[in-house]
């Protein structure tokens, strides 16, 4: 016990100041942003639908201390039945296709939906590294509407703040 | 060359990558005797895939590469355009298996007997379409119908079925899990991949070779140098092109700087999955700072496209280099702080000795590679020497030494990535402060009509990538080959003596990829 205290005081709070718009107060309105709108925190169900898992990585990012997504008042759930939010990495493959249109369905409304990646928008420079084709569906929005689209390969962590943060002020 | 004493010649592969022989085997029964004989001399079932071939008049291929104690055979079976099959090899390398419904879901070329169920074809395509074959076309508009997949059923009185995915509970990559179990004890484990088959070889069919790179760099993420590095030598091997020393000495720096990341993450997990939200958060902290150095230094946290045919698409200069040496000093004293922590950690120590263990005799038999078979005690790294085994440059001058332990459970894969981490940290150490002068990157003519193998020691296992370029040069067939294939099924046998609640820990302890295998 007593090396692991050593360790979380030298290692102090990291946390950064929110990057969406680099002000101090910018992640504190976030998290305002959040209860306001929907009265309690932000639960997002995330959906690989198909991604090579850099976006994942990314996405795990946003657990870690300095980008601490839990202390604004977001977190990642379990079930669709309990998202305000589905972030979806794609592109969708054809496999995944009909998973993904269920876990929509079971989404409660608002049903926010964010793209994440470039193949998950569709954009890039190659179409999204793969496009659509006889296994892939492609951009996400070609399966189930979608809000917020954010691109990158992978996104940033800063980037998928951004973006989440869009879709909610979206809906305010 | 011979190997074992079969009829089969072999010829060694140009270029300085990781050593491969190429043969052609005359017949289906010489190369079933073929594999027969490097089973029984304990080599592996490296790679398994199909081309065709039948544009230049011939049929179809059928590509194995076994890894051999001094390095990879690389044989090559040609099948009539009427009648493509071939003897099934599952019962010789169980790893077969997968891979060889894979080749027929893609390329219509079959194991004769064994088991016939579709892999990644799930009903998106018809059973009598295939992708990779030169005039399938682009196949859109058929319906995507979902098919049943016939799982094994276990019987048996009290035992009933979980099934959980292709959607997981966790920021996860899609694959459907069918448990069967009485109580919380777990017998049998059963998986349902392809979901992330996004027909990533085709896409790769009539590209040029930068095209294909960052494709490569795409297979699955987590290892986008392992599969840019492997590419590269591979067409390296087709175009007879030595990439520059100082260059070879860079990917190795990236390489290792992505096992380190990933390592770091999963030792953050594992601690998580066992109730050390502490452990968590200071690896998760360790490893965003080694994502930014990355972004600093390389312009891409994951270093994506920075491995190319020829060489490297960036340099290092001496302040760069520097801050790699203080991060490396930094992060290992943190890391060995850590271990001691996790070492001393009864409840976490609890929880992962003994659980989903799996042995050096499984680990053969699976042909499985990389960090799940050295924790078994196998001493496989293509970066390392061994018996026989000479690894490539930069390797070789470099002396890595492998990291082993004989557990096989999720103990010891924690410990081979402390392990691992304070030897890529030391090499990374050693990289910095001897980089020659030279330059990046080699001009690669395309030869028209090369083939080549790449071979890497990823974070996970063995990266193969195998290449085809047609007569203008572009690449007429690319498989690129996830250690995931084999350890899959090592997943599946890990679990069994253990219980319910217990898999997320083992699944973690292997974290494997989807996409990878998936396609
Ligand atoms: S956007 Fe890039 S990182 Fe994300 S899934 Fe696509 S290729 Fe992978």
Redesign the pocket.
Known sequence: MIPMLRRILRTGIVSEPPPAAGAEGEMARLGEDIRRILGRALAIREVDAG?????ELEIHALNNPYYNIEGYGIKFVASPRHADMLLV???VTKNMEHALKVAWDCTPAPKLVVA?????CGC?EIG???GTSYASCGAVENVIPVDVRVP???PTPTALLAGILAAVRRQK | MRFFGEPIEFDKQAGIGSPVWRGRAQSSEAMQAFAVAVHRNHGRLAALWGEDRRGGGDGFRLHVAFGLDMGHAWLGLDLPAERPVYPDLAGIFSAANRMQRATRDLVGISNEGGDQRPWLRHGAWPADWFPLRHDAGEGGGFVNAPTDYDFVRVGGEGAHEIPVGPIHAGIIEPGHFRFSVIGERLLRLEQRLGYQHKGVEKLFIGRNLAEGARLAG?IS?DSTCAYAWAYASAIEAACAVSPPPRALLLRALMLERERVANHLGDLGALGNDAALAFGFSQFMRLKEDWLRLNAQLFGHRFMMDRIVPGGVALDLEAPALASIVEQCDGVGRAVKELKKIYDEHAGLQDRFVTTGAIDAQLARDLSLSGMAARATGLILDARAHRTGYTPPPPWAMLGVRPVTDERGDVAARAALRFGEIFESLRLLREIAVGLPDSGLCAEVPPAAGGQGLGVVEGWRGEVLVGVQLDDAGRLARVHPHDPSWQAWPALEHAVMKDIVPDFPLINKSFNLSYSGADL
């Open positions: 991604s090579c898992n850099g976006c990495t794609g592109p994440v990646g470039d193949c998950g890039g999204g590294t793969f990158g390969c992978p | 795409r993420g």
